[in-house]
């Protein structure tokens, strides 16, 4: 077992180191985070443009461009997040939350760096895991059910604390509430009725999230920078941002590298739940860096802390390997990106599944050994193109601000191709900028709403499943533990400052 | 220092070689039937609307039938928003297309727009995915009696998964089934997914004994080792799959095939109409159908015009008894 693994694992890695290979990767990497730079544009947009140029290509060929794009479009996309406050998709939300502040404070070329690092790291190790335990959590992941999911979105909205900001938790919970609200809008999964859709047809899809997060944070960003002009520093200045920037300084490596082993762990292994993904990947291991952080790091939580603009880059894109995991065993695509690359490799004659790992070990390695050629080379190819990308913030605010207003709209309407959801964007900036005003936290209503409808619909398939009882939350062993990890999490900060009373009195006597 | 300005026009070039890259490898071919479609598409890139669209569009390209074809991806309202576009454009849509499958019945039934297939002009239907009936490879059932007959023991024991909304297409198909057997479809413990992967994986984990789902979504495990196909709603053993038995020789007069088709603005010309029919007909002998339909695991059925719509009209009469039945029209 163990030897076959290893001749396959050099045969796909023969088949994927070639010239040709390299080539392609590069392509891939640079169109994808080029696409994935532009507002609205994500790595399910970026995989299915580029799938038509590879029907010609050899297989592993253009699965290694693939992965180039894919991983060139995420890292795009924690660009636009760190530069603009513009997550281009809902795994780079939380990149956001200390990318900004971090670029505000004139460290660009730092926080870029440090998300390719960590980007680098979490794809790294996710791989290294995945090596080893791919058919073993395969078989674990196809036992999660519905009741399962329920109780890990339920963990997963417990990272919401960390996102409380300033103000306070009351807020970030209201906010929640906002958003997990806002998650019920359209045709109700469990019995096809339509809910809050006033009768109009735009609505019955429900809110796009691209939507509402270009709305909350990218369009609401770019007037509050016009609303607060003398707050905030004008464009910095371009000779400011230079190479040297982008040095991390060995004490920040220290720092970081803990967070990276963490994160990717957990990224990783959330990733491999088919019903989860790389969003919750980032979220979970953004609120577990700031539940473990000492107290004076967690008040920089938010404001530019390292750590946490690491955690959700490490988890992200750990969870984006992992996503791998189900989709090349068992052929269920978890993410709507795995169900775009099920579709290139099917029609590359490749058939994930089972048997793939065991009868076909060459194709199974081909396809993981492309994905890491694209992890590495984007890291080779952004890192010098960091300073450059970091001087879009040199440019002056009265050309920089209607180019994101105009990029936003943009973006969302190539998705849909639906004037309406403009409409409804600018009605959904105009409320969020009165939010903002208050000082509310947005992460917390764009969790609420990705968690919601996941949420929703997974408790009540539990239900109908058992019988409309719930008595599956404490009698079904791996839900109890879920939910025991969840206690605990929400209780962890009682408990620690508990244990340091205790310690302190301890020390006293 | 590069400005904004030369990124926007580095970026606006970029496109411009991405497209002529693309453009190019579509070279028009000599002596083409068509001069020229364009793909409405309801739904959004990926799915299976858009499968269907793009891998027809491709192979009339390729074998060279169509001169020029063209895609636009317009999703919401569950499609009803196309079906808008199309109807109230109708004069400069001449070219168009637009492609779409069952749902588009069961949703003008549920009122969920207020257009039917009649407000358009069936062109013709191109494919079909059977419903199947799928277990885990460790299943105790092997055929859908022995399904039938726990599910009339306790209705609760057998829970059936799906891909679709409730009413939706793997609802109904298992209730037509369990009606087809004596049952009551009411009784039926139906668990909704939002994708059929989703479902596969619910099944997998032991959320629901049985899932109902398209053939073409289930072979890929099925092949595998991993789950069994109980049975299809074909009306004969499928080419592809001759050890497969249908639902009608296990003894429930069930067919339900999945088409999906395309459809023309209304009173598209006869001329249109048969010059499309005519070369979606010439379609399916060219090897780069054969290609693109063996790779999807698409079955054949083309059906055009007037039999389109005697098709149509009989799901329609189908699907809606048994919607009636579940109480979702009235």
């Known amino acids: 077992m163990f030897e076959t693994m290893m001749s396959g694992m050099w045969t796909g890695m023969t088949a994927t180191f070639i010239p040709i290979n390299i080539m392609m990767v590069l392509f891939g990497c640079f169109m994808g985070s080029f696409i994935g730079m532009m507002p609205g544009l994500g790595p399910i947009t970026a995989v299915a443009l580029m799938i038509p140029i590879t029907y010609g290509l050899d297989p592993t060929t253009g699965m290694v461009l693939l992965s180039g794009v894919y991983y060139g479009a995420i890292f795009g996309g924690s660009t636009s997040s760190i530069l603009i406050n513009e997550p281009g998709e809902a795994a780079t939300v939380a990149t956001a939350i200390d990318g900004y502040p971090l670029a505000r404070q004139g460290k660009p070329g730092k926080a870029l760096a440090i998300a390719a690092y960590s980007s680098f ?23 999660f059910q519905s009741v399962d999911y329920f109780a890990l979105m339920i963990l997963g909205l417990t990272a919401v604390s960390a996102f409380a900001g300033k103000g306070g938790f009351a807020k970030a919970m209201l906010m929640t509430i906002l958003g997990l609200m806002l998650s019920t809008v359209g045709t109700d999964q469990t019995s096809g009725t339509q809910r809050y859709t006033f009768g109009s047809l735009e609505l019955l899809d429900g809110i796009e999230f691209l939507m509402l997060a270009m709305a909350t944070f990218a369009l609401t960003e770019a007037l509050l920078l016009v609303l607060r002009r003398d707050e905030c520093s004008d464009s910095l200045n371009p000779k400011s941002i230079g190479f040297k920037d982008l040095k991390v300084t060995k004490k920040e490596f220290k720092l970081i590298a803990p967070t990276i082993a963490r994160s990717s762990i957990l990224g990783f292994l959330v990733g491999v739940l088919p019903g989860a993904g790389a969003t919750l990947g980032s979220f979970m291991s953004y609120g577990m860096e700031r539940n473990l952080a000492p107290k004076e790091e967690q008040e920089k939580f938010g404001k530019g802390s390292l750590r946490g603009l690491s955690a959700p880059e490490t988890g992200n894109n750990a969870a984006s390997t992992g996503s791998f995991v189900p989709l090349l065993t068992l052929g269920i695509p978890g993410s709507g990106t795995t169900a ?51 001087r879009l913030l040199a440019i002056p605010r009265v050309i920089m601000i209607p180019c994101i207003l105009f990029f936003s709209l943009m973006g969302v309407y190539l998705i849909t191709f639906n004037s309406f959801d403009i409409q409804m964007m600018v009605i959904f900036c105009v409320v969020a900028l009165f939010l903002r005003l208050m000082n509310m936290p947005m992460a917390p209503l764009l969790l609420g709403f990705i968690l919601g409808g996941l949420m929703e619909d997974n408790l009540r398939r539990g239900l109908s499943i058992y019988d409309n009882s719930i008595s599956f939350m404490w009698e079904r062993p791996l839900t109890l533990g879920i939910n025991i990890v969840t206690l605990i999490v929400l209780f962890f900060p009682l408990i620690r400052s508990t244990l340091g009373g205790l310690k302190s009195r301890v020390m006293a006597s | 220092m590069k400005s904004l300005g030369k990124t926007i026009k580095l970026g606006f070039f970029a496109i411009l070689a991405g497209v002529a890259f693309i453009a190019a490898s579509f070279q028009p071919a ?113 055929s859908w009696d022995q399904v039938m007959a726990d599910f009339k023991k306790d209705p609760n024991s057998v829970k059936i998964g799906g891909g679709s909304v409730r009413g939706g297409m793997d609802h109904l198909v298992p209730a037509m089934a369990i009606k087809a057997g004596g049952g009551d479809p009411l009784d039926l413990r139906y668990i909704a997914y939002d994708a059929g992967g989703k479902a596969m994986a619910g099944l997998l984990s032991g959320d629901t004994q049985v899932l109902a789902t398209g053939y073409g979504e289930a072979i890929g495990l099925a092949k ?97 008894g048994i919607m009636r039945e579940l109480g979702f029209i009235k």
Not at chain 1, 359 to 370: K, L, N, T
Not at chain 2, 89 to 112: D, E, F, Y
Not at chain 2, 287 to 312: A, C, M
């Open chain 1, 121 to 143: 790291s979490g794809g790294t190790i996710a791989v290294i895991i995945m090596m080893f335990f791919a058919p073993l959590l395969a078989s674990i992941s196809k036992g």
């Open chain 2, 30 to 142: 000599q002596a083409a039937d068509v001069d020229e479609i364009h793909f409405l598409i309801p739904g959004g890139a990926g799915g299976g609307w858009d499968g269907t669209a793009r891998g027809v569009g491709k192979a009339l390209l390729d074998s060279g039938l169509v001169k020029k074809v063209s895609f636009e991806n317009m999703s919401g309202g569950g499609g009803g928003k196309a079906i808008n576009h199309i109807i109230s454009t109708a004069h400069r849509q001449k070219n168009t297309v637009m492609v779409n499958s069952t749902p588009i019945v069961i949703r003008s039934l549920t009122k969920v727009f207020p257009q039917s297939f009649r407000d358009l002009t069936p062109v013709a239907a191109v494919i079909a995915d059977y419903a199947a009936f799928v277990v885990p490879d460790d299943s105790k059932y092997t």
């Open chain 2, 224 to 320: 595998q080792g991993e789950v069994r196909i109980l049975a299809v709603t074909s009306e004969d053993r499928l080419a592809s799959a001759p050890k497969t038995q249908t639902l009608k020789e296990q003894g429930f007069d069930v067919v339900f095939a999945n088409w999906r088709g395309f459809f023309g603005p209304p009173k598209l010309s006869e001329a249109r109409q048969a010059e499309l029919q005519s070369v979606l007909e010439k379609m399916y002998k060219t090897s780069e159908w054969e290609d693109i339909r063996t790779k999807r695991g698409w079955q054949n059925l083309y059906k055009p015009g007037k039999e389109f719509v005697s098709f149509l009209e009989d799901q329609e009469l189908k699907i809606g």
């Open chain 1, 340 to 390: 775009v690359m099920l579709g290139a490799l099917v029609a590359y004659g490749i058939e994930p599944g089972p048997r793939l790992f065991v009868d076909r070990p060459e194709v199974f390695w081909g396809v993981i050994m492309s994905m890491y050629l694209g992890n590495v080379f984007l890291l080779v190819l952004n890192l010098p193109l960091i300073p450059y990308f970091a």
